[in-house]
């Protein structure tokens, strides 16, 4: 089996974040930021956001996917220092109370199938928004970069990738893909459920850690052994991590775009020896992670 990849593409714009909300349903929980203390707060309540927004909060869309049911995450609010927290442990919970923090109740559920972790990050510099919370490997580590500390998982959303806007996104590439091979003289690709499989693993596996190698150490093609797609004699990878933002067409779009433009992806688009693509775009907040497998 031979195996074909390019390189990684990154393009973020900016960097965001995540954390909860007051209601425990099953709800996208909504994200906002005070420019002023620097705390983001979340909460699945609109009509909360929407009048944080009027207030002077910047709204900063979704963070993640509450599940309807599952462990308790608890809210609590800090008067002193104008500041929330969100915690599973219902110790940390009691602790802070007798110090003085106040009690908001079950902000919503940890995923007890563990879809999607939410990090958890301390600045230990900061009053206000001195907890972080994230989807995104990628800014996980750049926040342990800028002096933050990394505090493991702090509770569990529904896994993003199910969603039908990340269903839509890979019709919609496929189509570009497909449409862009037919004008330079390729085959078009047919799309394989198996490969989509693997494709969905890689899109998780890279809002971890973003590269060719897997978080075992393993190379890309072990994951299509994970699916048993055996029935290839070559096989490659491309992988993109972009600012989220517009429909599900413009997204598919961008990641094309950036794709056609480097030109080691561009050769994985075009390659003759590829009969088969799977796709799977991931949204994180306000980041897309995009992969694409080839094989032929």
Do not use: C
């Not at 996208?28 to 620097?38: A, C, I, K, T």
């Not at 809002?207 to 699916?227: C, E, I, K, Y």
Request: overall charge negative; cysteine-free; charged content about 20%.
């Amino acid at each position: 089996m031979k195996k074909k990849f390019s390189l990684l593409l990154v393009f973020l714009s900016s960097v965001g974040l995540f954390a909860a909300t007051t209601e425990a349903s099953a709800a996208d929980m909504l994200r906002v930021y005070n420019p002023n203390s620097g705390e983001h707060f979340y909460t699945a309540v609109t009509n909360e956001r929407d009048h944080l927004i009027r207030t002077g909060w910047m709204n900063e869309g979704i963070g993640w996917n509450a599940p309807s049911s599952g462990d308790n995450v608890y809210r609590l609010y800090n008067a002193n220092a104008g500041d929330h927290h969100y915690t599973l442990d219902a110790g940390e919970r009691d602790y802070l109370i007798s110090v003085g923090w106040e009690y908001e109740g079950i902000g919503w559920f940890s995923d007890k199938n563990q879809g999607e972790p939410l990090y958890r990050l301390y600045n230990p510099n900061a009053q206000s928004g001195a907890h972080h919370y994230t989807r995104s490997g990628y800014e996980r580590d750049s926040l342990v970069n800028q002096g933050w500390v990394a505090e493991g998982i702090g509770w569990y959303g529904i896994d993003s990738n199910n969603s039908n806007q990340s269903q839509d996104i890979n019709s919609r590439f496929l189509t570009l893909i497909n449409d862009y091979r037919t004008s330079q003289g390729a085959n078009t690709l047919t799309n394989d459920s198996l490969l989509n499989q693997a494709a969905d693993i890689r899109s998780k596996e890279i809002t971890n850690s973003f590269s060719h190698t897997r978080p075992d150490g393993q190379s890309f093609s072990s994951v299509l052994a994970d699916v048993n797609f055996d029935n290839y004699s070559v096989a490659g990878e491309n992988l993109v991590l972009f600012t989220a933002g517009g429909s599900s067409q413009e997204i598919a779009q961008r990641a094309f775009d950036l794709w056609k433009n480097s030109p080691g992806h561009n050769r994985n688009m075009l390659d003759p020896d590829y009969t088969m693509i799977g796709s799977s775009f991931r949204i994180v907040g306000n980041e897309v992670y995009g992969a694409n497998l080839f094989a032929g």
